[in-house]
């Protein structure tokens, strides 16, 4: 994302589930295989034998009985087999990466992307269930197959989750941050939002509190800041809402409150952040 947002999702406690990885899905009549280099497709394709094309125009062919080749963002990517629904890795020299299937294979971001055997889509196109796991731009399984869920690597880290408990992963199979919180949102600029149990906080990935969790919720940074709910009241919908200041505090975080205006359903508080306030 490029909006510089640490959070992506509410976490449980606003009463929705973290986001998932969106798996891109096969068509069911493929015709034609990726460019080696973009997404465009080269047009010398016949209906179920894919070949690849490079940048000078050169095609290569594919190992025989792959009916359908994803995009490439790395070295290898997603192929389809015939009489086979799982997916393959396929090199960019049209070979498969033999002994090796999963039942999704996500695109590649930093050099790494998700695998998961066991896991099915849901009507948003979010995956859910099975075991996750991270392979490398070579193919190689760099973290097994073995958490219950994992986010796109960020650098060097993912959010994963091990049964009900959520931490950050390191590529190296290390912990960041161990899997002891109730949950974890999108890493932004090496920020994590986080609920330990109950309410929102802001940790860094060296497992600093940057701001401990007392917010209901913490929307997206924008410019530095973001909206905090500092508490809800369930029986008459009272919002009441605060700008964090991040950037604007010198990365260490802070709350400026004002309570400026009092409506008949929510509590309105405006943070107003000058040059003089660092």
Request: glycine share 12%.
């Amino acid at each position: 994302s490029e909006s510089g947002s640490v959070l992506k999702s509410k976490p449980p406690s606003a009463g929705t589930k973290p986001s998932s990885p969106s798996s891109s899905a096969a068509p069911e009549s493929p015709s034609v295989g990726p460019a080696m280099e973009s997404a465009a497709y080269g047009p010398s394709r016949s209906r179920f034998a894919p070949t690849l094309l490079t940048p000078d125009g050169t095609s290569i062919p594919v190992a025989d009985g792959v009916i359908w080749v994803d995009d490439f963002t790395g070295d290898v990517t997603a192929a389809l087999v015939a009489g086979s629904t799982a997916r393959h890795l396929i090199r960019r020299d049209g070979t498969l990466v033999e002994g090796r299937t999963y039942d999704h294979i996500m695109a590649f971001k930093e050099g790494f992307a998700l695998v998961n055997r066991g896991g099915t889509l849901d009507d948003q196109g979010r995956l859910e269930g099975g075991k996750f796991g991270l392979i490398d731009g070579d193919g190689d399984e760099v973290v097994p197959l073995e958490h219950d869920h994992l986010e796109p690597v960020s650098g060097g880290h993912a959010p994963a989750r091990v049964g009900n408990r959520w931490g950050i992963l390191k590529t190296d199979k290390s912990w960041a941050i161990a899997p002891e919180l109730r949950w974890v949102g999108t890493i932004e600029d090496g920020l994590v939002n986080f609920v330990a149990e109950r309410r929102c906080g802001l940790m860094r990935l060296d497992n600093t509190v940057v701001i401990e969790d007392t917010y209901e919720h913490i929307n997206p940074f924008v410019d530095g800041l973001a909206q905090v709910v500092l508490h809800r009241d369930a029986g008459v919908g009272h919002l009441v809402l605060a700008l964090l200041v991040l950037a604007a505090l010198g990365g260490h975080g802070g709350v400026v409150l004002h309570l400026l205006h009092e409506a008949p359903r929510r509590v309105v508080g405006v943070a107003v952040v000058t040059d003089s306030d660092g």
